[in-house]
């Protein structure tokens, strides 16, 4: 029984798919296969200098954040928030628990800029804003000793 050029096109255009997505899981778990990357995360983030436009950009981030554990399904608590006196955040702490939270987030770790025509400014001019984001492992605080009663 000889199959048409068409029935082998769909079987080959199945498999490559099928051959993508096991390629695509097994990057993934070589890219999180670090000492911590399996372990919850806890992100800190800090607008930099420039008041409200540093402040907002931070709050932007905030929500980025935690619209992005939304998607993924991960728990996001907020720790701590402080807000900032016009708009947006002087600080927030947030915990990310999830399978591979810490391995995802990592890479977030650093300044993050936005340039834009500011909403705060009425001349309308452009400025350039910073938040510090800082992520690290949340490491299980439990010790066992293994001590022999006879000592």
């Known amino acids: 029984m000889r199959r048409s050029a068409k029935n082998y096109s769909a079987t080959l255009i199945r498999e ?8 695509s899981e097994q990057e993934t778990r070589t890219l999180l296969s670090g000492e911590s990357d399996h372990l919850n995360a806890i992100m800190t983030i800090k607008p930099g200098a ?10 932007i981030l ?38 591979n939270a810490y391995g995802l987030l990592s890479g977030e770790t650093g300044v993050h800029r936005l340039v834009r025509i500011s909403p705060f400014d009425q001349a309308a001019r452009r400025h350039t804003s910073f938040a510090s984001v800082f992520v690290i492992p949340e490491v299980d605080d439990r010790i066992e000793i293994d001590i022999k009663p006879d000592e």
């Open 62 to 99: 905030l929500r980025m954040y935690l619209r992005w554990a939304e998607r993924r399904k991960f728990n996001a608590v907020v720790l701590d928030e402080t807000p900032g006196e016009e708009a947006g955040i002087k600080n927030a702490t947030i915990q990310f628990t999830g399978e």
């Open 16 to 23: 490559l798919a099928a051959a993508e997505t096991y390629v």
């Open 50 to 59: 420039g008041g409200t436009e540093s402040q907002d950009w931070a709050a």
